[in-house]
């Protein structure tokens, strides 16, 4: 079975930077696409950034020019690089994998931007 944990979350103040890990283990199966969502309070779910497994990024317009995705295979890790964070910023972030033709998701972890 898919499991997905992920790290790096925190408070930070607004212009500050984090970086979140996510590390799919029991996997077994080939991993096609990861990517990045975020929650924050009170709102839906929104897409963030994605890599496939070819390597082509994507990315929400709001975090174009600061965020930076990326992983690595033989670790079965994706990264998300976050600069010049701002508050708006702030949610609980989670993973997301597509392997085996399903998706799986982590429990996510919480980023808060204080202004």
């Known amino acids: 079975q898919v499991q997905l944990v992920e790290s790096g979350g925190g408070l930070v103040q607004a212009g500050g930077s984090l970086r979140l890990s996510c590390v799919v283990t029991?996997?077994?199966?080939?991993?096609?696409?990861m990517d990045w969502y975020r929650q924050g309070s009170g709102e839906q779910r929104e897409f963030v950034a994605g890599v496939s497994s070819a390597g082509v990024e994507l990315y929400a317009d709001s975090v174009k020019g600061r965020f930076t995705i990326s992983r690595d295979n033989a670790r079965n890790t994706v990264y998300l690089q976050m600069n010049s964070l701002k508050p708006e910023d702030t949610g609980v972030y989670f993973c997301?994998?597509?392997?085996?033709?399903?998706?799986?998701w982590g429990r996510g972890t919480q980023v808060t931007v204080s202004s």
């Open positions: 029991r996997s077994g199966f080939r991993i096609d696409a």
């Open positions: 997301k994998v597509q392997a085996n033709r399903a998706d799986y």
